[in-house]
């Protein structure tokens, strides 16, 4: 299919468009020549790609499978198209990197600062967002990798996981928590009290519940769910929140006195602060620079 390349963004600009007329205005082609275009290239893959109505075009299943290739190609030719410009500015190149949210409060700018100190011309972009949402940014090349935990989930297909270091998770609440200031209490208090949680659609979540289970604890009030690791620390200072969180990447705040951790062990509740990227023969010397430095870092 290395011939195909043309075709293929042909496609994605026509199901990005939602019709062949849109899509030939906006690659200045003819609406017959892109018609013969995706022809070939159904020929091609012997099937279709595109269902044809009054209302526009869509993708068939085999169409929208070779979309995520044709964005991979995409992504492609615009890293580097930038690494190009760079390497005439006398610069060393650009990089994305993403993170769930609560490594991006303190481990990944740290890291990136560090390796920025070592490589100031780099040229880097930082996104924070959901694993679901960064998974599919990595399959389709808008990210060179991303940062998060790894638990019970399966890993995706295409995707490389590396090993940071190993994480547990904790029962954590403010300093001012009454549960911090007693050594007088029972596993069934735990579920006396709020507690502040992910979104049910995160590994996060499901471990805390597999641990609520674990202690028979079934009246928990889960009064916050949130993602946005921002929010945590000043919830959990002016309210009486619990939340289930790691240890690690919380650190600063627990050093620091803000936060503190219940000394209730927490069963089978281990994760692995992990960088997610493609196959190691599809990285560039500069994401697997980054990722050893990650590797480098205290903790890891």
């Known amino acids: 299919m290395q011939h195909m390349t043309h075709q293929l963004l042909h496609l994605v600009v026509i199901i990005e468009q939602g019709s062949l007329s849109r899509a030939a205005q906006v690659l200045y082609v003819t609406q017959p020549a892109l018609s013969r275009s995706i022809r070939f290239l159904e020929a091609e893959v012997n099937g279709k790609l595109l269902n044809r109505g009054r209302d526009g075009a869509t993708p068939t299943k085999l169409g929208e499978q070779l979309y995520v290739h044709g964005k991979n190609i995409l992504a492609s030719l615009e890293r580097a198209e930038a690494d190009v410009q760079a390497w005439h500015q006398h610069d060393r190149g650009h990089l994305i990197v993403g993170s769930t949210a609560l490594p991006s409060m303190y481990f990944v700018p740290e890291a990136i600062a560090s390796f920025l ?7 880097l972009r930082f996104e924070v967002h959901h694993m679901r949402d960064l998974t599919t940014m990595l399959r389709q090349g808008s990210i060179d990798l991303f940062i998060g935990a790894l638990a019970f989930e399966k890993q995706a297909d295409g995707i490389e996981t590396t090993l940071l270091l190993e994480d547990e998770l904790s029962i954590i609440c403010g300093a001012d928590h009454p549960l911090a200031k007693s050594t007088d209490w029972e596993t069934e208090d735990l579920q006396k009290y709020p507690w502040m949680l992910p979104t049910a659609d995160t590994a996060l979540r499901q471990q805390a519940e597999a641990v609520f289970a674990h202690f028979g604890l079934s009246k928990v009030e889960i009064v916050v769910e949130t993602i946005a690791a921002t929010a945590i620390v000043p919830l959990m200072r002016h309210g009486s929140y619990l939340t289930m969180h790691s240890k690690f990447l919380l650190g600063p705040e627990i050093t ?33 620079t980054f990722i050893d430095h990650l590797k480098t870092l205290p903790g890891a």
Request: aromatic letters at 2%; zero cysteines; proline letters at 8%.
């Open 256 to 288: 620091s006195g803000n936060l503190v951790v219940l000394p209730q062990k927490v069963p089978s509740a281990r994760r692995s602060l992990t960088a997610f990227h493609r196959k190691s023969d599809e990285l560039t010397e500069l994401v697997s």
């Open 117 to 123: 100190a070592e490589r100031p011309k780099v040229g």
